[in-house]
């Protein structure tokens, strides 16, 4: 892990959070730098969600501090998705909110690569759980965010689409992005240097 | 990092395409979209069974009834203003991504109001006509509505806003909006009433005006600062 400050994306001090009277980590330090896969590992209910919320800074109900050095992109676990859209619908909101130039061909270019050819204009309530999570990750492709944010990037998706998810991850790293996925399956992310986080249930 | 392009978030866009988005998922799930117009003009139609068939006596009461009915029409809507965004997720990504987010709210009420307050404002005469309003405050009515719709969906979103995370947010969501919705209701209604009176309604209408101006300026900041707190 690099200490140069151009090349940390993330930096979280001494994060503590507590939900309902459990606490859910304490004093927990983490930086992500470029080119670092870190896997946030953890049982069901210890905090993963939680913690990448927080990086994500979409809630501030916790203690420490957390420094992000660039765009971030978060997948929830709420895929992000609207049901009465088509993926090319969807995938245009996101290039617009994001700011990135991306003509409708160049969408589409990222659909078929997410395995999604032919789907392009099919409403997304259509599809199954597995080819909405494609949709959902496709915008990652055009975010041009240094640094994600995956929750549970393998839910409900096939070993094809599981493979995807590690090219993609694989390739942001090799381009000087980073990545924090909280998952429980291994995310086998091919050379990544992986940092798994056992928190404390 | 250098090849990762990085480009400027622009806000005519966003605004575009927020309206664009939110106007065509209205679209595709049209139900939706025309159930507070139908409230509206079953509503217009009980009033004449409820107080009697007097010509006279609908007249009286037809500004008072068709501006509550706009407003509670306007609530019955609110409620999914943000909730269904809140559930699919693409809110968290709007507060993540929307910079500022201030502009997505206010491209999400403009759509909202273009599908609710809208039509609303351009059935409104069809409903005057049922409670024998006189035709001569027929443009005065239209006029305040136009003004005083979009009002009331801009500070509803700041009550829907916070109340997004809540899981019975609508009880508590009318109990915040509809007293701010008071001056809209006596300015709107009372211009109404004064151009029936023979008296010039234009300093209500004014003041209206001022009202949305404000309402439009202010709002979508306490509304974005609300969905930060709804979401946590």
Known sequence: ?201 | MSEIAIAEPRIGRLLTAQIRRDLTVAFRSPGEMINPLVFYLIAVTLFPFGVGPGVERNAAIAAGVLWVLALLATLLALDALFRRDYDDGTLEQLALHADPLFVGVLAKVLAHWLVTGLPLTVFAPLGALMLHLDPAAMPTLVVTLLLGTPILSVIGSVGAALTVGLRRGAALLALIVLPLYIPVLILGAGAVTARLDGLDPTPQIVWLAALLAFALTSAPFAAAQGLRVGLE
Not at chain 1, 29 to 51: F, W
Not at chain 1, 144 to 149: D, E, G, I
Request: aromatic share 4%; glycine share 12%.
């Open chain 1, 1 to 201: 892990m690099t200490s140069e400050p151009e090349h940390c994306l993330l930096h979280a001090r001494s994060l503590s959070c507590e939900r309902d009277g459990r606490l859910l980590f304490a004093k927990l330090d983490l930086t992500i730098a470029a080119g670092d896969v870190v896997e946030l590992r953890g049982p069901n209910g210890s905090g993963k969600t939680t913690l990448l919320r927080c990086l994500a800074g979409l809630t501030a109900d916790f203690e420490g501090d957390v420094e992000r050095h660039t765009p971030i992109a978060y997948c929830g676990h709420r895929g992000g998705l609207k049901a009465e859209l088509t993926p090319l619908e969807n995938l245009r909101w996101y290039a617009a909110l994001a700011g990135v130039d991306v003509g409708v061909g160049g969408l589409c270019e990222q659909l078929d690569a997410m395995g999604l050819e032919g789907y392009a204009l099919t409403p997304c309530q259509q599809l199954s759980a597995g080819q909405q999570r494609r949709v959902a990750l496709a915008r990652l492709r055009f975010a041009s965010a240094p640094l994600w944010l995956l929750d549970e990037p393998l839910t409900s998706l096939d070993e094809h689409g599981c493979a995807l998810v590690r090219d993609l991850l694989d390739a942001h790293r090799r381009a000087g992005g980073g990545a924090i996925c909280a998952t429980h399956a291994a995310l086998e992310v091919a050379g990544a240097r992986t940092q798994s986080l056992g928190l404390r249930a």
